[in-house]
């Protein structure tokens, strides 16, 4: 921890020492909430998002608030690792093109319907996620777009890994909003004087079950995803590639909310951009298209309710990213390093490397919460 900040009705403790101020002010919002269990955490990749600063944890007793899970429910990242200790040039470009065809990007969905077996089962009835069921089958195994990616990397350990960070697509957004709006409703009715973003759920009510119901569906279909598109990746690396071999399967959440045991208390914790980091426990922290990613395991801080940063976290913001960065100079960068990138016009700038904090500097800032197992140097990547 960096520093902690007192002033609020509960403190805030943070791994990091320059945050910015929308994401301070999110972060004492948080503090001043009667349902904020013992402390804030803020992680070193924080910055601001919608109610809630991304790369916080929060935990409360008796309420769970939507918006401090986000929009992309159960959002996170997987990797594999495959015997390949090295991997040519043009084996890469193929894979790549493979990949481009196989696996819909940004808006795009499947135009046909993908098997049953990849979605989750429906085993009762829930209101929104019934709705949005068949259209859902559509959207598994597809990237979306913002800071959605897939990755070849090389590993410190000698072998090529692949990575994949996506959400649970449309499904997931869909049950957030219904649920966010059915919260300000029901906060407003209840007479709590919270902001707006922050409207929550009491326990033991219809609404905080059906949101509990539907958050974990989403958190399922978005693993499911993400493990689809790991398969489509798996078949171009064997089309250009036969004899690779795969293993060590890893799979990390940042957007959700569970009951754990912290402090002698059982709470809801939320991570909001933020990933679990119990001792012993695998996680991948990812930096950008340009630089390094780590593979990592925890240590089980309690003072970060046992978590760590989700990837390197914002330095500016999208659209002062495409205004302010220098598209020549960021593609040049990248030739330099020899990746296969995705930034092709302005508009990808927000995803260019200069746009994200210094992943080195964020690693240095917990280590007291993770340990670094393997580094993972980018080979070629698809941007959302």
């Known amino acids: ?65 939507p918006n401090a899970v986000g929009v992309d429910i159960g959002c996170g990242m997987c990797s594999l690792r495959t015997n390949l200790e090295t991997i040519e040039m043009d084996e890469l470009k193929n894979i790549m093109g493979q990949i481009r065809e196989t696996v819909p990007v940004g808006f795009k969905h499947h135009d046909e319907k993908q098997d049953e077996r ?15 069921y068949e259209r859902g089958r ?28 996506s959400g649970s697509r449309n499904i997931g957004y869909t049950v957030a909003n219904h649920y966010h709006k059915k919260a ?14 922050l409207s929550y759920f009491v326990r033991g009510t219809e609404d905080y079950d059906n949101y509990y119901k539907e958050m974990n569906y989403c958190i399922e279909f978005a693993l499911q995803n993400r493990k689809l598109m790991m398969e489509r990746i798996k078949d171009a690396f064997k089309e250009f590639v036969p004899e690779v071999e795969f293993s060590n399967f890893i799979n990390k959440p940042h957007n959700f909310a569970a009951w ?11 991570r909001k951009g933020a990933t679990r980091a119990e001792k012993g426990e695998w996680g991948m922290i990812p930096g950008s298209q340009g630089t390094s990613s780590f593979l ?24 002062e990213a495409r205004r302010s ?23 990808d700038l927000d995803e260019a490397p200069s746009s994200y904090k210094n992943i080195n500097e964020v690693m240095a800032l917990q280590k007291d ?16």
């Open 1 to 65: 921890m960096i520093q902690k900040i007192e002033t609020e009705k509960i403190p805030i403790k943070l791994w990091l020492d320059d945050i910015e101020d929308g994401a301070l002010q999110q972060a004492k919002d948080l503090a001043n909430l009667d349902i904020a269990f013992r402390h804030i955490a803020i992680m070193p990749d924080s910055h601001q998002g919608y109610g809630m600063p991304i790369g916080g944890i929060l935990a409360t007793k008796d309420a769970i608030i």
């Open 369 to 384: 919460l993770v340990e670094i197992q393997v580094e993972l140097t980018p080979l070629a990547v698809v941007k959302g």
């Open 260 to 270: 754990e045991t912290h402090f002698g208390g059982k709470v809801m914790v939320h």
């Open 296 to 319: 990592v395991k925890g240590k089980g801080n309690p003072l970060s309710f046992n978590s760590c940063s989700h990837g390197a976290g914002r330095l500016m913001s999208r659209s």
């Open 138 to 165: 559509n959207q598994v195994g597809t990237l979306g777009g913002g800071n959605h990616f897939m990755e070849i990397q090389k590993g410190s350990d000698g072998y090529i890994w692949i990575m994949v960070h």
């Open 184 to 197: 300000v409703v029901e906060t407003k009715k209840r007479g709590d004087d919270v902001p707006k973003d």
């Open 118 to 132: 990849w979605m989750p089962d429906l085993k009762e009835d829930l209101p929104i996620v019934s709705k949005e």
């Open 325 to 347: 960065l220098d598209l020549k100079k960021e593609v040049a960068q990248l030739k330099e390093k020899g990746v296969l990138h995705a930034l092709r016009h302005k508009k």
